[in-house]
């Protein structure tokens, strides 16, 4: 599976950006889906995921109630919407897919996800 990732930018603190994950391929909808971030000279953590029906979800703490994973299988896309967004945001944001076949708990670490698409760059100016 192909996943693209897009709809970062520039955004002063406090706004809003909604990201977007194409996948292609096969159906996401055969795949837990998950979104990381990478900032400068960190590694990357752990933003989102969302089950393959949508039922179930988790976020990180540093993002919850901020930020919102939903998915659209029919349309093959996942998306994330930021708001309140800090300086600390900024960073490179990734999809990614899980083949996992359990629903819960969803998987929160770079290594048990098996496909990941390019990151597109937020950037988040105080």
């Known amino acids: 599976v192909q996943l693209q990732a897009f709809g970062g930018g520039l955004v002063q603190s406090g706004g809003f950006l909604r990201l977007s994950c194409r996948t292609s391929g096969r159906t996401v909808s055969q795949f837990h889906m998950g979104w990381f971030r990478q900032a400068p000279g960190k590694e990357r953590e752990f933003i989102a995921a969302?089950?393959?029906?949508?039922?179930?979800?988790e976020y990180a703490d540093s993002v919850k109630g901020r930020f919102t994973i939903s998915r659209d299988n029919a349309k093959n896309m996942v998306e994330l919407q930021m708001r309140s967004l800090e300086p600390e945001d900024t960073a490179v944001y990734y999809c990614?897919?899980?083949?996992?076949?359990?629903?819960?708990?969803?998987?929160?670490?770079?290594?048990?996800?098996?496909?990941w698409g390019r990151g597109t760059q937020v950037t988040v100016s105080s």
């Open positions: 990614a897919a899980d083949r996992q076949s359990i629903t819960t708990p969803l998987n929160t670490t770079p290594m048990e996800y098996e496909y």
């Open positions: 969302i089950s393959r029906g949508g039922g179930n979800t």
